[in-house]
């Protein structure tokens, strides 16, 4: 057996009405009292930003408050972050949001006490320093950046997404209040939702894996297969909003302490160049990478195919495969994804730069089947042409 380290230093707060408790768990935890609230405009449009930063401030906390993120995080929108937190003399980063507001605010508390730029840590140029405290409270049950010791962000100037990862990065504490999910809208609640699941499938399928994240991830596949229909039909179904912000938090455990592999790469890619949702990047690809890695690991993709339900216990391996790639076909559809060549910007002459990018990102090697630039483009002209094989 194969030696593993599993190591989550982040105090997890779970439940309806969390949020509220936040003075309180700041007191015990004592991170300072002069606090960057970051966060993103939509996320302030919907409400939910400013009965945390009066109650906060009602406790006698001192809050500053960054909005300027964009759907893909830009390294110049970290730097700006970075910028107001010395001005403000900010002593930790509070991050409200989904994906984008939690790797800014991350990468502003790890920018704002050291300087340099999020592309020196990102390429190896500057050792990581001790980091302001982070509290993130997502709002989307998607990223799972709430538990991870990762922020993707994008550099501008190349296009390319930059996974700055240490365990630094993970925050202090996580507020998950699935009250806050409520205002999602159903496009975002199935775009996260499927990036959630990539999480965890990736997490429990990657050569990197392990006992413990298998077992999160397995737990993470089951709910989000079953309630993520159910809350992209019913935004109000109390039940499966619960489920899938646990789902999320679930597949984050899984992939934060192993890694996440070729449908991100792609998906990143597409971010970078396009500014496509990562969550819908996700979606048009995964259905595409699991066929191509399902090829030569069979029993482990007949093994995840069972654990969300798709096929029985008794299907044999080829089987249980087919029924993988048709169910998530299927799923997908039912969100209303939109295909790779219905998405906005997406050309055919981009492919080589897409194929470029998606190599290049650290977790390629981390995909159960070695990838070549020739399979990148296998899988890309498949999911652009919508072929599959389901064998």
């Known amino acids: 057996m194969e030696a593993y380290s599993y190591y989550c230093s982040t105090r997890i707060e779970f439940g309806e009405g969390k949020a509220k408790q936040l003075p309180e768990m700041l007191n015990f935890l004592n991170p300072g009292s002069n606090l960057l609230l970051v966060s993103d405009p939509g996320v302030i449009r919907a409400g939910l930003i400013a009965p945390i930063q009066q109650t906060l401030e009602g406790a006698g906390f001192k809050v500053t408050l960054f909005d300027a993120i964009a759907q893909n995080p830009r390294d110049t929108d970290c730097l700006a972050g970075a910028q107001?937190?010395?001005?403000?003399?900010?002593e930790a980063v509070i991050a409200v949001g989904g994906g984008s507001a939690m790797d800014t605010g991350k990468t502003i508390a790890l920018c704002g006490p050291n300087g340099g730029t999020p592309s020196d840590y990102a390429d190896h140029l500057r050792p990581y320093a001790q980091t302001a405290p982070i509290i993130c409270v997502p709002t989307t049950a998607g990223t799972g950046s709430e538990v991870t010791r990762s922020a993707v962000i994008t550099e501008q100037t190349t296009h390319r997404k930059m996974t700055l990862k240490h365990s630094l990065l993970r925050p202090i504490l996580s507020v998950l209040d699935p009250l806050l999910t409520y205002s999602m809208p159903a496009s975002i609640t199935a775009a996260t939702g499927v990036d959630a699941l990539v999480h965890a499938i990736e997490g429990y399928t990657c050569n990197v894996t392990n006992p413990i994240s298998q077992a999160l991830g397995a737990s993470a596949m089951r709910k989000i297969v079953s309630s993520l229909p159910e809350v992209y039909q019913d935004g109000a179904n109390r039940?499966?909003?619960?489920?899938?912000?646990?789902?999320?938090?679930?597949?984050?455990?899984?992939?934060?302490?192993a890694d996440v592999a070729a449908v991100h790469c792609l998906a990143e890619a597409l971010g970078g160049l396009y500014d496509t949702p990562h969550g819908v990047a996700n979606a048009v690809f995964l259905p595409f990478v699991l066929s191509f890695n399902a090829e030569e690991n069979k029993e482990i993709h007949s093994r995840v195919s069972k654990i969300m339900g798709f096929a029985a216990e008794t299907d044999e391996e080829d089987e249980a495969v087919s029924k993988l790639i048709s169910g998530?076909?299927?799923?997908?559809?039912?969100?209303?994804?939109?295909?790779?060549?219905?998405?906005?910007?997406?050309k055919e002459e981009d492919f080589p730069r897409i194929v470029e990018?998606?190599?290049?990102?650290?977790?390629?090697?981390?995909?159960?089947?070695?990838?070549?630039r020739n399979d990148y483009l296998e899988i890309l002209k498949n999911a652009y042409f919508c072929?599959?094989?389901q064998s």
């Open 328 to 346: 998530i076909q299927k799923l997908v559809r039912s969100l209303d994804i939109p295909y790779l060549q219905d998405l906005p910007g997406i």
């Open 357 to 372: 990018l998606a190599f290049s990102n650290g977790s390629t090697q981390s995909n159960v089947r070695p990838l070549s």
């Open 387 to 389: 072929k599959v094989s």
């Open 84 to 90: 107001l937190f010395r001005e403000s003399r900010a």
């Open 239 to 257: 039940e499966a909003r619960k489920e899938m912000l646990e789902g999320s938090l679930l597949a984050g455990l899984c992939f934060g302490s």
